[in-house]
Antibody, heavy 120, light 111 residues
Framework: EVQLVESGGGLVQPGESLTLSCAAS????????MSWVRQAPGKGLEWVAN????????YYVDSVKGRFTISRDNAKNSLYLQMNSLRAEDTATYYC?????????????WGQGTLVSVSS | QSALTQPASVSGSPGQSITISCTGT?????????VSWYQQHPGKAPKLMIY???NRPSGVSNRFSGSKSGNTASLTISGLQAEDEANYYC???????????FGGGTKLTVL
């Protein structure tokens, strides 16, 4: 059974940092692009970042460029999101998602999400 | 404002069919056959229902179908059931970004 389990969320003050982790199991982790998708409270979905199988390519939504870093450790079957200089507008549930191996980039597996709250 | 436009809400009675639209431009929906649809129940993670416009992942009911015409993609749910009540989001590849774009979401109410 495919499982994605996020951790690391919490309450932080503006300007602080946080690192999210996603532990993957039940599939060959190093075969898939992986993504982080977030959802602000009561709002829609937003693709935050994704990373190629070997980590050689990474893409970010404009609003997090220069502040967030996506990475992966294929030996540990883990995906990470380092978030620096956090802002109130980064408050959201962050989901780890597996990219379907098609050109279309759909997400066929999702974690349960971890909540990040940025507030003073 | 989301890049893709979805109706805020739709409703239908059990057994009926409903269609949710997702309108974009030639830079996204109209230019690529890379539209996917997600179902999200309150407090739960999204679930992939349709990918590449009209393909259903294994395990998804054949009551769910997808299509596209021009710059508008559609998700049709036939034989509505109470458990179909959820929020639905479309997503498309776009040439304006390395990442795709989502619609704002549609709340489906089963009357």
């Amino acid at each position: 059974e495919v499982q994605l389990v996020e951790s690391g969320g919490g309450l932080v003050q503006p300007g602080e940092s946080l690192t999210l982790s996603c532990a993957a199991s039940g599939f060959f982790f190093r075969s898939n692009w992986m993504s982080w998708v977030r959802q602000a409270p009561g709002k829609g979905l937003e693709w935050v970042a994704n990373i190629k199988q070997d980590g050689s390519e990474k893409y970010y939504v404009d609003s997090v460029k220069g502040r967030f870093t996506i990475s992966r450790d294929n030996a540990k079957n883990s995906l990470y999101l380092q978030m620096n200089s956090l802002r109130a507008e980064d408050t959201a549930t962050y989901y780890c998602a597996r990219d379907l191996p098609t050109l279309g980039g759909a997400f066929d597996q999702w974690g349960q999400g971890t909540l990040v709250s940025v507030s003073s | 404002q989301s890049a893709l436009t979805q109706p805020a809400s739709v409703s239908g009675s059990p057994g009926q069919s409903i269609t949710i639209s997702c309108t974009g431009t030639s830079s996204d929906v109209g230019g690529y056959n890379y539209v996917s649809w997600y179902q999200q129940h309150p407090g739960k993670a999204p679930k992939l229902m349709i990918y590449d416009v009209s393909n259903r992942p294994s395990g998804v009911s054949n009551r769910f179908s997808g299509s596209k015409s021009g710059n508008t993609a559609s998700l049709t749910i036939s034989g509505l059931q109470a458990e179909d009540e959820a929020n639905y989001y479309c997503r498309s590849h776009t040439n304006r970004s390395s990442l795709g774009v989502f619609g704002g979401g549609t709340k489906l109410t089963v009357l």
